[in-house]
T-cell receptor
């Protein structure tokens, strides 16, 4: 079965600290995509990254980086030098087929000034 | 370049009333999806369309729920005889086939 686990319900950090959000997944597929989305208080889910299971290279985009490890079925997300604007709920997602995304329960990140 | 839009953004209704939500996808996307999100949970898939055809409905979508996409552009989600358990955020997303889903701002429904 497809499943996404985000064990961290809530994380609080002080501005400028680095923080890592964990995502562990289960899938029977041999090739698949993984996603991260950000949901600020306004409610809209903002797409952050899509990763193909073929590519295990780490991805870096500004202060954001993603570590994909197939051996441990993890796709972790790190924010470097966190800012107050990073405060949001972050979701990891795994597609079931070509249309249905299975989301984790999310990690609420609070960045304190 | 406009994103996915949803209306209304907020809806408060009394139990037993009918409500209808609208979603306008990104114009070049032929797939449109509806998800429901309750407090403290991730979004859960409800249904999706490819052009005007509704191709899958989740078991979460009871007989009181109906979705349409009459011309393959905008979509509506109607809930008849609302119940308090229907209170949630209803999210719409769109994509091209096999591509990333982009989400709208959602409609927050509160059933009193």
């Amino acid at each position: 079965a497809q499943k996404v686990t985000q064990a961290q319900t809530e994380i609080s950090v002080v501005e400028k600290e680095d923080v890592t959000l964990d995502c562990v997944y289960e899938t029977r597929d041999t090739t698949y995509y993984l996603f991260w989305y950000k949901q600020p208080p306004s409610g809209e889910l903002v797409f952050l990254i899509r990763r193909n299971s073929f590519d295990e290279q780490n991805e870096i985009s500004g202060r954001y980086s993603w570590n994909f490890q197939k051996s441990t079925s993890s796709f972790n997300f790190t924010i470097t030098a966190s800012q107050v604007v990073d405060s949001a709920v972050y979701f990891c997602a795994l597609p079931l087929g070509t249309y249905k995304y299975i989301f984790g329960t999310g990690t609420r990140l609070k960045v304190l000034a | 370049d406009t994103g996915v839009s949803q209306n209304p953004r907020h809806k408060i209704t009394k139990r037993g009333q009918n409500v209808t939500f609208r979603c306008d996808p990104i114009s070049e996307h032929n797939r449109l999806y509806w998800y429901r999100q309750t407090l403290g949970q991730g979004p859960e898939f409800l249904t999706y369309f490819q052009n005007e055809a509704q191709l899958e409905k989740s078991r979460l979508l009871s007989d009181r729920f109906s979705a349409e996409r009459p011309k393959g552009s905008f979509s509506t989600l109607e809930i008849q005889r609302t119940e308090q358990g229907d209170s949630a955020m209803y999210l719409c997303a769109s994509s091209s086939v096999g591509e990333t889903q982009y989400f709208g701002p959602g409609t927050r429904l509160l059933v009193l």
